[in-house]
Nanobody
């Protein structure tokens, strides 16, 4: 079992930055990959960013490349999403999720455990 708790949501102006954090507990954190996914109102959950269990490789959705950075600290059991140059289109509930078997990062079905989500809104 893995428990995930996100934090860092809120309200930010367009063009601003925000960092989301996710604290993991349960299974050995360095043994599984992690991802961030979002769900906008009325839409399906979609992939944002993923990071391998060792942290040395990352993948991103095209919509966030160059603006968002995923990172992890295995010593602290934490994963982060640094978001820059935010736009109102980034408004959503953001989830961190554990990909226990390093399956297709881009598919929400690959993630085995999810946090409760953290909402943030980008105002124009």
């Amino acid at each position: 079992q893995v428990q995930l708790v996100e934090s860092g949501g809120g309200l930010v102006q367009a063009g601003g930055s925000l960092r989301l954090s996710c604290a993991a507990s349960g299974r050995t954190f360095s043994s599984y990959a992690m991802g961030w996914l979002l769900q906008a109102p009325g839409k399906e959950r979609e992939f944002v960013a993923g990071i391998i269990k060792g942290g040395g490789s990352t993948v991103y959705a095209d919509s966030v490349k160059g603006r968002f950075t995923i990172s992890r600290d295995n010593a602290k059991n934490m994963v982060y999403l640094q978001m820059n140059t935010l736009t109102p289109e980034d408004t959503a509930v953001y989830y961190c999720a554990a990909n226990m078997y390093s399956r297709n990062y881009y598919s929400s079905a690959s993630y085995d455990y999810w946090g409760q989500g953290t909402q943030f809104t980008v105002s124009s």
